[in-house]
């Protein structure tokens, strides 16, 4: 007797759902109905009270969907809960119209998950600087350039000017949208430079730069005197592995010059940052870290066009942290910002594969890249830019089509 074959479809997108139902040929009227039927998802929500968390539950049973609490919460003989929605993106933007009327602050939850939803249906399609505009339309990659002598990976191999200027050229060649210079390294456990002395290593060198790429300039550091000189040379983007926490100054630098900036996530200084890798809830810790960065950004001025954010890799995690971040990585998404992720010959690829070399690590950092790109990554931040140039191409063209 013949099998009847059944399978799993993969529909994670409205786009993927119309195509599935289209290909068995739904009448045109059912499409947009069913279609939404297709996708279910599930939003977090941190700490709601038990009034708030009740109603919530009502709400969702009466539409179709669910919403998981802690037990307890319907005696209220906890103090809180976190909150699990789960639904398709129709019922969730029901949901929303209903807590309009609610009380208990509902009608502001409401406003903000209409945000996030949106934020899923519509990535960002343009990242501004101050002297261009960049399409989303596919991955942007930013190619590494150390100028610094202990640098994880490449320390020490172009802190000549000269050689500097040349290997950007050469990265440009192979298809980076930005160079991104550092005077400063931020390895787990190295040790702070002075502003001076991080500024005489990447000046000289923007200033040449300035002169003769097409595309852009991204200074890596995390000082506002070094990031100020570095925009007045003539980089456009400040990229601050402490997403504006460590310079009080630096937020009102980047929106003063009109820069883009790209905010990441850490915890602590890079000389400190690896002793304390341990999260009570990892993803949650890390957007609410970049969320409180974005909001100096904007009290600040910066344009919310001109903001990326990073979930650090490699910065204050351990491997599995890293890992989880990977896998997770379409969460930080529903900011509504362009995402920029570092994976490039790190450690944790390191110690999966047991290669203890940076430089035996591309393949680790290729599957890295091409996950990032199909967990909707925008921005990728490589050493290897002809080789992630391809690795994020071809995965894109598979998201694509």
């Given amino acids: 007797m013949a099998g009847f074959s059944p399978r799993v479809l993969s529909v994670s997108t409205p786009v993927q759902a119309r195509s599935e139902l289209e290909r068995v040929g739904v009448d045109s009227g059912g499409l947009g109905m069913m279609s939404g039927k297709m996708l279910t998802r599930c939003i977090h929500l941190p700490g709601l009270q038990c009034r708030q968390a009740n109603i919530l539950k009502q709400e969702m049973l009466s539409l179709g969907g669910d919403a998981a609490v802690a037990r307890g919460t319907v005696a209220c003989s906890i103090n809180d809960t976190d909150v699990i929605l789960i639904g398709t993106d129709k019922q969730l933007l029901q949901l929303c119209d209903k807590l309009k009327a609610q009380p208990f602050d509902l009608p502001a939850l409401a406003m903000e998950l209409n945000t996030l939803l949106d934020n899923i249906k519509q990535p960002p399609q343009r990242w501004v600087t101050s ?112 997403g504006f926490k460590f310079d009080p100054r630096m937020a009102a630098v980047a929106a003063g010059s009109g820069a883009a900036a790209v905010l990441m996530h850490t915890r602590g200084k890079p000389d400190q940052m690896q002793k304390n890798t341990g999260y009570s809830d990892l993803i949650t810790e890390i957007v609410s870290g970049l969320q409180s960065s974005v909001k100096l950004a904007l009290e600040a001025g910066v344009d919310p066009c001109r903001i990326a954010v990073d979930p650090g890799i490699g910065f204050g995690k351990d491997t599995a942290g890293n890992l989880e971040i990977l896998r997770r990585l379409r969460e930080f998404t529903g900011m509504g910002m362009p995402v920029l992720v570092g994976t490039s010959r790190k450690s944790f690829i390191g110690k999966i594969l047991e290669r203890d070399s940076a430089s035996e690590r591309l393949f680790g950092t290729a599957a890295t890249v091409a996950l990032s790109v199909a967990n909707g990554s925008s921005i990728l931040r490589v050493h290897d830019v002809r080789a992630m140039r391809d690795v994020a191409d071809v995965a894109h063209a598979v998201l694509r089509h």
């Fill in 131 to 242: 002297r261009r505009e960049f399409s989303l339309e596919r991955p942007l990659i930013m190619g590494i350039l150390n100028l610094t002598p202990d640098s994880f990976s490449d320390g020490g191999r172009f802190t000549d000017p000269g050689l500097a200027v040349e290997h950007a050229l050469l990265m440009e060649a192979e298809g980076a949208d930005i160079i991104d210079i550092g005077g400063e390294s931020t390895r787990p456990g190295s040790a702070p430079v002075q502003a001076d002395e991080e500024s005489a290593r990447i000046i000289p060198v923007i200033e040449r730069l300035s002169d003769v790429l097409r595309c852009a300039i991204s200074v890596d550091t995390w000082k506002s005197d070094v990031a100020g000189r570095a925009l007045s040379a003539g980089a456009e983007i400040i990229n601050d592995i402490s």
